[in-house]
C-alpha cells in the first residue's frame, strides 16, 4: 500500500513537473484572425529566432470575451480591429499600453500609424499598432447580378435565395449607410441609434425571405460563392479578390454608398507572458517582404512602408480595378465603437434571426 | 496502518474533489452571483433581478425557449420512434452472433466528432450536394433543391446525433425481457400491437426514461447542430445565451438565461417523470 502511494506521488510530481516545463521558453501565443499567420511565415519566425508561434483563430467578439475572461491572459499578443480596443479597454483593462521605441515605426505607413495611436490612445498612451487594412462592401457574381450597385441589394426580392451575409454589426452599419444615414455620427446618441438600429432591423426582417443563409464562417461563404449558390454576399475585399482569381465572373465591388473601411492591429493583452517575443513579430510581420508575402496570399492591404515593391501585379490590379479614385475618398472608416451600442445591436440581430 | 489507509484515500480522492468543487461547483456559484448582478442607469453593478425579468418580458427571449423545448420533445420522440424498432430486432431477433456486430456498427458514426458528422450531413443535403446531384441524374428533381437551412433538416441531424445515447439504454433493458413472454402473448392471440403495448413498453419504461432524459437534455443544450444545420431560421436557446456572452457583452444576462435553461429543463424533466411515474433514482441506475 505504502510503496503504491509513492509510485502515485512519484507519477503525479512528474505530470506536474512535465506540464510546467513544456509551457515555459520560447513560444508565442497569438490570438489572430484565420489567414493572419500563415504557415510559411510562422516557420521562417522560427529559424530566425527559435521562438514557436501558436496560433489561436478567432473574431473581435470572440478575442474580447476571450481576453475578458481571464483578464488579459493567456496570450501574448492579439489582433483586434482599431475601433474595437479603445471602449473595451476603459471598461475591462484587457490591454497594456505598446511602447513604440520597441516598434520599428519606420517599417509602418505614417498615416495609418497615427490614425490607429489616435483611435486607441487610452489614458494618454496608444494601445495599438497597424497590421493590415481592408474594406467591407459586396462580393457579386456578376453573371447572375451584374446590376448590383448597393447594400440595398441584399434586401433585394430579386436576388431571391441567392444572398448571404454575416449577422453581425457591419451588416447594420453597412444597411444604415444605404438608406441614406450616418450610423457613425450617431454613435454618440444613443436613442437617435436605437431608432435607426430599429428601422434597420425590420428593414432585415423584411427582406429575410430572399436570404439564402447568415455565413459565420469566411471558408463556407467562399464555398457557397463558388458554386453559384450564392450570387451576392456582403464580405470582405480579400474573400472577393480570392475568388476573382478563380472565377473572373466574381469580383469584390465598392457599394455606392462606401465600402467600410477597417484596420487590424497589433495589441499586447494585459498580462502577456512573452512580451519580448511579441515586439519580434510584430517588427518580423512588418518587414515589407513578409507583408507583401501575407498580401499576396491573403489579398489584404498592408500597413507596412515599402512592402508595394514586393507585391504581385494581380494584387496591385485588384487596388486599381475596384478602388477608383471616388471610391477610395468614399470608404467609411470605423471610428471607435463607444461601450453600450454592442447591446443595442444584439438585441435588433437576435430579433432578425428569430423572425420567420 | 489504519491511519496511513486514510491518507491514501484522501490522496486518491483529491483530484476528484478539486475537478468537482474548482471547475464545477466554484464557476457555477460565480456564475449565479453574477446572474443577480446589473448595471444601473449610472453604469454601476447592483444586486438586481432585472436579467430574469429581461428573460420574461422580451417575447423574443421566452418564445425562443419554448420553441427550443418542443423542438427537443420532438426529438425524443422521434428518437424513440427509431431506436425501439432497432434496439429490438438486436437484441430479439437477429442471431446472437450478430448482436455484437450490428451494436459496432451502431457505435461507429459516433466514433468522429459531432462537427465533423454535421459537415457530412452538410456535404449530403446542400443545393450543389450529393443528394441532389444523384436526384438530378435520375430524374426525379428539374432543378436542385435547398435541402439544409430548413427546420426539418435540424430535426433530422438532431434525431442522428442523439440515436445511440437513446437505442443503449433500450439494449440493456430489452435484454432482459423475457422471450417466454412475448411467446406466451402470441398463444394466447395477442396481436403485434397489444404484444407492444401490453409487454414491450412497460418492460421497457425505465430503458426509455433514463435515455428520454439524456437524449432531451443533449438536444436541448445543442449548439452546433441547430446553428449549422438550421440556418437562418434556427435560433436555438444556447445561440441565445452564445449571444449575450459574446455579442453584447453582457455576461450578467448570459448567466440568467443559463440558470434559466437548467431550471426550465428540469422542470421539463419533473414533468415527463411524474407523467410516466417513474422515479429518478430507479431511471439512472
Not at chain 1, 512528474?14 to 516557420?43: M, Q, R
Not at chain 1, 475572461?69 to 492579439?78: P, S, V
Not at chain 2, 468537482?20 to 460565480?30: A, G, H
Request: hydrophobic fraction near 50%; charged fraction near 15%; glycine fraction near 6%.
Amino acid at each position: 500500500m505504502k510503496k503504491m502511494l509513492w509510485i502515485a506521488l512519484i507519477v503525479s510530481f512528474c505530470l506536474i513537473f512535465h506540464i510546467s516545463s513544456a509551457t515555459a521558453g520560447g513560444t508565442l501565443e497569438l490570438l489572430t484572425w484565420k489567414g493572419y499567420a500563415p504557415k510559411n511565415l510562422v516557420d521562417k519566425f522560427q529559424d530566425e529566432t527559435g521562438i514557436t508561434v501558436k496560433v489561436t483563430y478567432s473574431n473581435n467578439e470572440e478575442m474580447i470575451a476571450k481576453l475578458r475572461a481571464t483578464r488579459g491572459a493567456g496570450f501574448d499578443l492579439a489582433q483586434p480591429s482599431q475601433d474595437r480596443i479603445s471602449s473595451v479597454q476603459e471598461k475591462y483593462n484587457l490591454y497594456q499600453p505598446i511602447d513604440l521605441s520597441k516598434v520599428k515605426t519606420d517599417q509602418i505607413i505614417p498615416s495609418m500609424l497615427e490614425a490607429v495611436k489616435k483611435n486607441t490612445m487610452v489614458a494618454g498612451k496608444p494601445h495599438a499598432v497597424p497590421f493590415c487594412w481592408g474594406t467591407s462592401g459586396l462580393v457579386v457574381n456578376r453573371k447572375y447580378a451584374p446590376n448590383a450597385g448597393d447594400y440595398s441589394d441584399l434586401l433585394n426580392a430579386f436576388y431571391n435565395g441567392r444572398v448571404s451575409y454575416r449577422l453581425k454589426r457591419p451588416t447594420l452599419i453597412a444597411l444604415s449607410f444605404a438608406v441614406g444615414e450616418n450610423p457613425f455620427a450617431k454613435y454618440s446618441d444613443a436613442a437617435a441609434y436605437t431608432a435607426l438600429m430599429d428601422r434597420v432591423g425590420q428593414a432585415m426582417i423584411d427582406g429575410k425571405p430572399f436570404v439564402k443563409n447568415y455565413w459565420t464562417n469566411g471558408d463556407a461563404l467562399l464555398e457557397a460563392m463558388r458554386s453559384g449558390e450564392v450570387h451576392l454576399a456582403m464580405a470582405w475585399d480579400g474573400a472577393g479578390w480570392k475568388l476573382h482569381d478563380e472565377n473572373p465572373n466574381i469580383d469584390f465591388i465598392a457599394p455606392k454608398s462606401g465600402a467600410l473601411g477597417w484596420i487590424d492591429t497589433f495589441a499586447l493583452p494585459a498580462k502577456a507572458k512573452n512580451v519580448d517575443a511579441a515586439y519580434e513579430w510584430i517588427n518580423f510581420m512588418l518587414r515589407p517582404e513578409n507583408a507583401a508575402a501575407f498580401t499576396n496570399a491573403e489579398k489584404y492591404g498592408t500597413a507596412s512602408n515599402g512592402a508595394v515593391q514586393y507585391l504581385d501585379a494581380s494584387v496591385r490590379g485588384n487596388f486599381e480595378r475596384c478602388f477608383p479614385m471616388e471610391a477610395i475618398v468614399n470608404i467609411k472608416w470605423y471610428p471607435p465603437v463607444p461601450a453600450k451600442l454592442e447591446e443595442i445591436e444584439g438585441k435588433i440581430l437576435d430579433k432578425v434571426k428569430a423572425a420567420r | 496502518m489504519k491511519r496511513k489507509f486514510r491518507w491514501g484515500l484522501f490522496f486518491f480522492l483529491a483530484p476528484v474533489f478539486l475537478w468537482l468543487v474548482l471547475l464545477i461547483v466554484l464557476p457555477q456559484i460565480d456564475l449565479l452571483i453574477m446572474s443577480f448582478r446589473a448595471e444601473d442607469d449610472l453604469g454601476d453593478m447592483v444586486w438586481s433581478i432585472s436579467n430574469y425579468f429581461n428573460f420574461f418580458d422580451e417575447p423574443i427571449y421566452w418564445l425562443t425557449f419554448v420553441r427550443t423545448a418542443i423542438y427537443s420533445i420532438l426529438v425524443t420522440l422521434l428518437t424513440f420512434t427509431i431506436a425501439l424498432p432497432v434496439a429490438f430486432y438486436i437484441t430479439k431477433v437477429v442471431h446472437p452472433r450478430f448482436q455484437g456486430f450490428l451494436t459496432l456498427l451502431l457505435l461507429l458514426p459516433f466514433w468522429v466528432s459531432e462537427l465533423v458528422r454535421v459537415y457530412g450531413w452538410m456535404i449530403l443535403l446542400r443545393e450543389s450536394g450529393v443528394v441532389n446531384h444523384f436526384l438530378l441524374k435520375l430524374g426525379v428533381l428539374g432543378k436542385p433543391v435547398e435541402m439544409l437551412y430548413q427546420d426539418s433538416t435540424m430535426i433530422l441531424g438532431l434525431v442522428y446525433t442523439s440515436m445511440l445515447f437513446m437505442v443503449v439504454p433500450l439494449l440493456a433493458v430489452l435484454d432482459s425481457l423475457d422471450n417466454s413472454l412475448i411467446e406466451a402473448a402470441y398463444d394466447l392471440g395477442a396481436n403485434m400491437w397489444t404484444i407492444l403495448f401490453k409487454i414491450i413498453i412497460p418492460h421497457a419504461t425505465p430503458g426509455i426514461v433514463s435515455g428520454s432524459i439524456v437524449v432531451f437534455m443533449l438536444t436541448l443544450g445543442n449548439y452546433l447542430t441547430p446553428n449549422l444545420m438550421g440556418g437562418k431560421n434556427s435560433l436555438w436557446f444556447t445561440e441565445q445565451i452564445y449571444n449575450q456572452f459574446i455579442a453584447s457583452f453582457n455576461w450578467n444576462q448570459g448567466s440568467a438565461f443559463g440558470f434559466l435553461l437548467l431550471f426550465l429543463s428540469s422542470i421539463v424533466i419533473w414533468l415527463g417523470l411524474k407523467l410516466s411515474r417513474q422515479k429518478l433514482g430507479k431511471v439512472v441506475q
